[in-house]
């Protein structure tokens, strides 16, 4: 294997993940929205669960960074195939 193949396999890993942020991000957005209008602004605080929402003490010790991304966008922090959310 030469250098080049190396690099080649690195692009195409790269623009593989690329797209799976996309539809990743495209899938957390459509749900954020549908819950929104269906439940009102307090939908996460109401409608997710325990752990995977934010009760647990685990989800305190995160660092204010986190926190903060956590606020804007509360999705983006779960786990959808984790098995958390029951």
């Known amino acids: 294997m030469g250098i080049f193949y190396i690099i080649g396999l690195v692009v195409v890993v790269l ?4 797209y799976f942020r996309l539809v990743s991000n495209a899938v ?3 749900i954020a929205e549908r ?4 439940h009102g602004t307090a939908w996460w605080s109401e409608k997710v669960p325990g752990k995977t929402g934010g009760s647990s003490p685990e989800r305190g010790q995160e ?3 986190l ?3 956590q606020k804007q966008d ?8 984790s098995g958390d959310a029951k």
């Open 74 to 81: 509360p999705l983006g922090f779960v786990q959808f195939a």
């Open 67 to 69: 926190e903060e991304g």
């Open 28 to 30: 957390r957005t459509l």
């Open 15 to 18: 623009a593989v993940f690329g």
């Open 35 to 38: 819950l929104l209008e269906r």
């Open 63 to 65: 660092s204010s960074w």
